[in-house]
């Protein structure tokens, strides 16, 4: 930027002293002070590539169009043309650099120093001395200094600059924490589990660094056409300064002129930029909404993907069952009743349908007592004594030991509950069967919404896969509206599944990032759920949503085509103006410091238009 307003401020001085006294050696002088100023840069870009790469650039114009416009005198012209083109330059910089430093700024964030905990007391410590096992204190309103666990105490945290959630989210003893989170309120005690080079955020900023380093394969193209188109150039412009004078009797020096606004206005300045300039701000939008793409490349893919393959359980579900019915059977007990005394005797089982069973009752409010003689009986459930009754939790087998089969009725609530998809259980004592409860893993709340999206941005097939059986996969898949459900599936199973599909076009896997690593692999774009503190997650997939949030697929979706519809528009526009400008050189003519106006006027629109990609979709 200094030496672009070097370059002007010595143009404007040598365009006054010139008009004063006249073109003299003085005048020369400031000149040339311009163009060192303007075009060193530039020069040595172009000699680098020329001589190193053995490549031909946009820099290699625009010196030898300067260098053509003092020839014949016109130094004024030239002069215009690397202020404008240095001044171009340094706004492309400025501009690319906000897509850095938006990603940058968020390890910004993370504290220098952290509150150890030590038989001492309390000390202030670079993060960078924190030892993995250490205990440090995060008080209301600080930021989370590391990835570590809470050992003691409960908060909220907002972790809006991980997973770009936008609501604090509760924390108690036991939950994971990232680095340069807020702890919004209550003072909590953390064990570190990274050290600070590793925590989460580090690797975030070091994914996306890589990203925008790597180029798609639209900027692959541009960058390979650039070289040759930039020879094509020179070879046109060279042919259209002597072939006229030689052939036609034109003017050597109008000639010359005309080959030079050429030079200008056919480089592809903005051509090559089009692309980078879009697909920095949409990686930079990304990371900022809890997206992580491992390359410039996926972000163009995403948005073409004509199938989204889903894994079900942790991806469409939440991962763990849940209870879901209790139903009465005739002659039997009430709700409160079987959730009171179920959940008591399930309260020192490790089973997780007991588990579901037990978080039922208390997200009810319900209160347990401890059972006693709690006995587990493989194969068929438990039993225990609560109440001074004994209750049994378990399958049919379970009280035909005690000659009570089931009745008809409670056989018909558990088979037609089997047929939607959940685990039946029938709850009773020794008089027989008294009430049916079910579990299921359930869905995510948006998990719906989120399939109804997908449908409305107009992805043509949406499959589900899962190794749970038929039974149960089609119903979920009835709920979530997808029709293309396969069950049973090995790991293995799923890697074949998908390449099948990709026969059909583009395909998305997302799933959790561990076990469904092949298919997300396989498939054109994996993408893995929940990748916040998941290493798996984060080194499998091609995108991460940082978050547990389905609702972020969607949106990179969107970004996705955004991004490529900018592109779009940045090359169309590139390619316009080109034409544009050339042909009007070629027929009435143009002078040179229009044609650089109309070049360099059309590399920072460009620039500018890519920009908007750093705004929100949200809004």
């Known amino acids: 930027m200094v030496l672009a307003v070097a370059c002007w401020a010595f143009l404007i001085a040598g365009v006054f002293v010139e008009r004063a006294i006249g073109h ?6 400031i000149f040339i002070a311009a163009y060192l100023a303007g075009g060193t840069f530039a020069a040595y870009n172009a000699l680098r590539d020329l001589f190193v790469e053995r490549t031909v650039n946009v820099d290699l114009l625009m010196v030898t169009a300067a260098i053509g416009a003092a020839i014949v005198g016109s130094w004024a012209e030239g002069a215009v043309l690397l202020a404008l083109f240095s001044s171009s330059g340094a706004l492309e910089h400025f501009a690319l650099g906000k897509t850095q430093s938006a990603v940058r700024s968020l390890m910004e964030l993370s504290p220098a120093v952290a509150t150890l905990l ?7 410590v670079p993060v960078e001395e924190l030892k993995i096992g250490d205990i440090v204190l995060v008080r209301p309103g600080e930021r989370v200094p590391v990835d570590g666990t809470v050992t003691q105490g409960e908060t909220a945290i907002d972790q809006a600059a991980i997973t770009g959630e936008s609501i604090p989210v509760n924390k108690a003893p036991g939950d994971p924490v990232f680095a340069a ?21 580090s690797k975030i900023v070091a994914f996306v660094e ?3 380093e790597q180029k798609s394969r639209t900027q692959r193209f541009t960058d390979k ?18 072939v006229p004078p030689m052939f036609f009797g034109d003017d050597w020096e109008s000639s010359f002129y005309r080959a030079m606004t050429v030079l200008v206005v056919a480089s592809p300045c903005a051509l090559v930029i089009s692309t980078p300039a879009s697909t920095l701000s949409g990686l930079a939008n990304a990371a900022r909404h809890g997206i992580l793409f491992k390359g410039s490349s996926y972000l163009e893919d995403v948005g073409t993907a004509h199938t989204v393959a889903f894994d079900k359980t942790g ?14 059977v005739p002659d039997g007990w009430d709700e409160m009743t079987t959730l009171r005394l179920a959940a008591s005797a399930e309260n020192l089982s490790e089973h997780h349908l007991g588990a579901a069973i037990v978080r039922g009752a208390g997200a009810r409010g319900i209160t347990l007592t401890d059972p006693e003689n709690f006995r587990s009986i493989m194969g068929k459930g438990i039993e225990a004594e609560v109440e001074g009754r004994r209750i049994l939790i378990g399958n049919d087998a379970m009280f035909a030991d005690i000659g009570h089969h089931p009745s008809p009725a409670a056989v018909e609530i558990a088979q ?6 959940k685990t039946a259980m029938y709850v009773g004592d020794e008089s027989g069967v008294k009430a049916v409860v079910a579990v299921a893993d359930t869905l995510r709340p948006d998990a719906k919404s989120v399939i109804a999206r997908l449908k409305q941005l107009g992805v043509q097939d949406i499959a589900m896969l899962t190794g749970d059986n038929a039974m149960v996969a089609r119903s979920i898949g009835a709920e979530l509206g997808i029709t293309d459900v396969r069950a049973d599936l090995l790991p293995e199973d799923k890697l074949v599944v998908i390449e099948g599909m990709k026969a059909n076009g583009t395909v998305a896997m997302v799933g959790d990032g561990v076990n469904d690593a092949p298919a997300l692999a396989t498939a054109t774009t994996g993408i893995a759920m929940g990748g916040a503190g998941t290493d798996v997650a984060l080194d499998t997939a091609d995108i991460v949503l940082m978050a547990d949030d389905l609702t972020r697929l969607p949106y990179a979706i969107e970004l996705s085509r955004k991004t490529r519809r900018i592109i779009k528009q940045n090359l169309t526009f590139a390619l316009a103006v080109i034409a544009v400008l050339v042909t009007a050189a070629l027929t009435i003519g143009i002078p040179l410091p229009l044609g650089v106006v109309g070049h360099e006027g059309s590399t920072v629109l460009v620039v500018l238009n890519g920009l908007r990609l750093l705004r929100s979709l949200d809004r």
């Open 24 to 29: 003299t050696p003085v005048v020369t002088g």
């Open 118 to 124: 030590s038989d001492t007391g309390e000390r202030v």
């Open 181 to 201: 989170t807020i702890n919004t309120h209550g003072a909590v005690r953390v064990r570190v589990d990274k050290l600070a080079e590793e925590s989460t955020l």
């Open 210 to 212: 890589e990203a925008q």
């Open 225 to 242: 056409f650039e070289g040759r188109y930039a020879v094509g150039v020179i070879l046109f412009a060279a042919l259209l300064a002597v």
């Open 315 to 328: 991806t469409l579900t939440v991962g763990h069952p849940e209870l879901t019915d209790v139903v009465m």
């Open 416 to 421: 037609r509950l089997r047929g939607e998809g």
